[in-house]
């Protein structure tokens, strides 16, 4: 059971160039995110889906965009990397709503680093 | 919005003693609260959650934590510290389809 994966783990940047931080899932979960995590501020919600086709801007959206065409798969785009993209990410899924208490499964995370 | 407030970046104890870590909690509904544990390079697991059912919350690997309302707070323990303890702890708190993290408590434990 693979659970969710990220690739890749380690990415270097140039200051406007452009990637895809792939996320998969094979828990048929209906809702997937991404967060960024920086020193002293925990985890930030960058964008979420609840479902196929369905996605919406969580607190810190600017210079990220996503998509939900499959259940299983969630890309996160960088369209112009900033040095303030710099962080951590990690990619996370459950199987409903948070208002039910379900519990988060997270990736192993991609560390990027922009020049 | 619902938020976190974790008291405390950094709290170390020696091996064998208490671990408590604090959280404060602002939420206008009754909440879905949660401890993630991350270790060192990997991703967060969850420790424990309260969904009301209950006030003290048994984890895995020894913690607890114990939701008190007056004091909007939802502090997470373990009697006795282990060397594999030492770990980002992290606090968060449902906001519909969103959870939202506090910044962190480091744990270190000395021998």
């Known amino acids: 059971n693979a659970g969710v994966t990220q690739t890749p783990k380690f990415q270097v940047l140039k200051t406007g160039q452009s990637m895809t931080l792939q996320c998969a899932q094979d828990m048929n979960h209906e809702y997937m995110s991404w967060y960024r995590q920086d020193p002293g501020m925990g985890l930030r919600l960058i964008h979420y889906?609840?479902?196929?086709?369905?996605?919406d801007q969580g607190e810190v959206p600017n210079g990220y965009n996503v998509s939900r065409s499959t259940t299983e798969d969630f890309p996160l785009r960088l369209l112009s990397a900033a040095p303030s993209q710099t962080s951590v990410y990690f990619c996370?899924?459950?199987?409903?709503?948070?208002?039910?208490?379900?519990?988060?499964?997270f990736g192993s995370g991609t560390q990027l680093s922009v020049l | 919005a619902q938020s976190v407030t974790q008291l405390g970046s950094h709290v170390s104890v020696s091996e064998g003693a208490l671990v408590l870590l604090r959280c404060n909690y602002s939420s206008s509904v009754p909440p879905y609260l949660f401890w993630y544990v991350q270790y060192p390079n990997q991703g967060l697991q969850l420790l424990l959650k309260y969904t009301s059912a209950a006030t003290l919350v048994k984890g895995i690997n020894g913690f607890e934590a114990e939701f008190k309302k007056s004091e909007t707070s939802f502090h997470l323990t373990k009697p006795s510290a282990h060397m594999s303890d030492a770990a980002e702890y992290f606090c968060a708190v449902s906001n519909d389809y969103k959870l939202s993290f506090g910044a962190g408590t480091t744990v270190t434990v000395r021998a």
């Open positions: 996370a899924s459950r199987k409903g709503s948070d208002r039910e208490g379900e519990k988060l499964f």
């Open positions: 889906s609840v479902g196929a086709g369905i996605t």
